[in-house]
């Protein structure tokens, strides 16, 4: 495994009021050497997405992949590499920007909280048709072209 870290550039001419936000798309290798990627349910929302959220004061998007990762699914994890990102119009009418990470998991067993009400562990032939948003589709699609997917779900 190699780790290829990458941090996300915002242009000068970004809004001021820009949403700046990172997560992770979590992999572990089960049985048989099989991959199984982790999606988090929002009842709030009604969707099924990766975990992510919005930046801390002086947090890097790496940093903040990391710590909202674990907030939302109780699983400290390694950034294996940087996958893309997302841009959308937030619910509340600004640009959102979010970073995207790949990261193998730690053995913890969820629990429900504030944000996240159930999290699956699915093949990565399942993964996309259980995804909400056709943004969170085309991230999909980058992470299983990555060189470290591909070998894994080969």
Known sequence: ?????????????????????????????VLGGRV?????YRESRGDWTFPKGKL??????????IREVLEE??????????????????????SKIVAY?????????????????????LEISDVREHLTWDRDKELFDLLVELPEVKAQAS
């Open 101 to 121: 990470y790949l990261m193998a998991a730690d053995e913890v067993e969820f629990i429900p909280n504030d944000e996240v009400d159930e999290l699956v562990w």
């Open 56 to 65: 801390d004061e002086g947090e890097t998007f790496e940093q903040a992949a």
């Open 73 to 94: 699914t109780g699983m400290k994890c390694e950034v294996i590499r940087f996958i893309g990102s997302t841009n959308y119009i937030h619910r509340k009418g600004k």
């Open 1 to 29: 495994m190699h780790i290829l870290s990458g941090e996300l550039i915002i242009p000068k001419d970004a809004p001021d009021d820009l949403i700046r936000a990172a997560g992770g798309i979590i992999t572990r290798t």
């Open 36 to 40: 199984e990627v982790a999606c988090i």
